[in-house]
């Protein structure tokens, strides 16, 4: 493409499109403002730790590729890629840029001084005194590695694409022949390259920022120089696995065969390096504050009983469970290519599906393996915070109102619907959510000496199911506003009305709802609302 038709396409977006990074990143920064505020003001070890939590969650859930991921491939039967140049610097831009600006909004968000008098240090810090070392040189390798990749990737030649179809064989019956094309390695690599130029450049003004922040009044000099090796921490691991997904994407390109060869099979080792890398990069923990370890040894002896009780293990382990349950999609995606990927609402529905099942599975095994014929089965009083049950009608509420109005714009257009799938894969996930709510409520009961702990992990349990359903709803009307809006814009083009000023944003308000649904999920389950009931201390009563 031209780059005149590349500048028209970025000087065809409506203004109100121009506006969503800025209300992104002031609803970032005001979230983690709201993180890190203590009830009587100012911030603690245990709230910078909260925060420099959410900050690594966001910056991670922000540096997805996934949208990036066939670039520079030609489908068969079209002269076309898949992608136009626009398409694919927004598709890099936005997880690149992204990560990189949650990152900086995180070190800006941090509140100011507020003593009378400002504590001040003489020392000069550079970035090197909080660097973990042994991650800084992984994370270089890394990109080392992307850099190597995708330069190999830049000498490939192009080929046309071959439309699928099959010939007699007298051996064989039949031989399938076709397959995917590509552009040339270096039309692709330019691209790549300048990505991985700016996650590099970025990456060392954000450690610049991480390093010059100023003090939190709350904690000492050891615990502020702690806090800025855990935010370089989670930046690096992030940038390492934004780095393995660009050299994954050189390699789906370099490892297509071409189609006149009569190879269909191909393996994109890269691709499998990449994955290696996130998993590394997960298991790499940043260190703790000693500060919010402290408030922990020091809780009531109760709570700490309660917290070191097996069963209440096994719901810890459950919660990473239930996040790790969320990416079967992307399993099954990657073990049978395109069974799951061709819908988006089957594969919201596909996670949150696993998710529930998942749930139910712990509720049996706490079942099993802890509770107690004789012992009291007890219910929480309230087992859902009002927020959360408010966050969770209003998800249906958005569902609801977004199916609606998907249905309409495409029954006055003469549209195909492509609503249907979305309401019945949100009827089947609600329908499924009973089979973990049935499961805690009429498992038995688990004898403890702690009182109401019984009760307190059936909570947890219908508080996760709640939250989930939550996500799913918010994140299916984000996709079916995403994949609705292409084909409503082009039939308003034709056929003008009154309410196209709403699907011209139609795309940047479902990326905002998906990107919504999954913070929900994501939500720790005392997190949600810090003013609900503690859950450690329910009234019960008996369960039928």
Known sequence: MPDSDLVSQFSNVPPMMALWPFLLAAGVYVLLR?????????????????????????????????PAGNAGILPAGSAAPAMTPGSIVTALAWPVLGCLAVHAIGQLSYPGPRLPRRLATLEVR?????????????????????????????TLPGFAPVPYGSSPDSVHGHTAHGGDGRVPGIALASYLGSALLVLVAGTWLVLQLITRRRQL??????????????????????????????????????????????SGAWTNAA???????????????????????????????????????PATR?????????????????VVALIIPGVVTGQPALVVAVSAASV????????????RNY?????????????????????????????????????????????????????????????????????????????????GLDAALRAITVHRVVRG??????????????????????????????????????SAVGALLAAAGVVIAAIPVRGFARTAPPVSRPVGQPAR
Not at 38 to 56: D, I, L
Not at 280 to 304: I, Q, S
Not at 393 to 421: K, R
Request: aromatic fraction near 6%.
């Open 34 to 66: 709201w993180v890190i505020r203590e009830p009587r003001g100012g911030a603690s070890a245990a709230t910078a730790s909260q925060h420099s939590f959410w900050v690594g969650t966001m910056g991670w859930l922000a540096s997805s590729l996934q």
């Open 217 to 262: 009044e709350p904690l000492n000099a050891r615990e502020n120089d702690l806090l800025r090796t855990i935010a370089m921490n989670r930046l690096l691991r992030t940038v390492a696995t934004i780095a393995a997904g660009l050299a994954a994407i050189a390699g789906n390109h370099a490892a297509r065969p071409e189609p006149s060869a009569g």
């Open 271 to 309: 691709g499998a390096a990449g994955l290696a890398v996130l998993l590394v990069m997960w298991w790499w923990a940043p260190p703790k504050l000693p500060g919010a370890r402290d408030v922990a040894r020091n809780r009531g002896r109760p709570e700490r009983a309660a917290a070191t009780h």
């Open 126 to 154: 550079r970035v090197r005194d909080f660097l973990p070392r042994p991650l800084a040189w992984t994370v270089l390798a890394v990109i080392a590695g992307a850099a190597l990749q995708i330069f190999w990737t830049s």
């Open 356 to 367: 529930l099942v998942a749930a139910a599975a712990g509720e049996l095994l706490m079942h």
């Open 469 to 506: 359903l939550a996500a799913c709803f918010t994140v299916q009307a984000g996709v079916l506003l995403l994949s609705a809006a292409p084909a409503v814009r082009r039939a308003l083009n034709l056929n003008p009305a009154a309410w196209a000023g709403f699907w011209d944003m139609a």
């Open 371 to 451: 509770g107690a014929r004789g012992a009291p089965r007890t219910w929480p009083r309230q087992p859902v915070s009002p927020l959360l049950l408010s966050t969770g009608i209003a998800a249906l509420a958005v569902l609801v109102v977004v199916i609606v109005l998907t249905g309409v714009a495409e029954a006055a257009l003469g549209v195909p619907p492509s609503w249907p799938g979305t309401v019945w894969a949100g009827a089947a996930v609600a329908v499924l959510s009973a089979l973990p709510l049935t499961a805690a409520r009429v498992r038995h009961g688990i004898p403890a000496a702690v009182p």
């Open 314 to 330: 096994l719901s810890v382990s459950l919660g990473a469970a239930l996040g790790l349950a969320g990416l079967v999609p992307a």
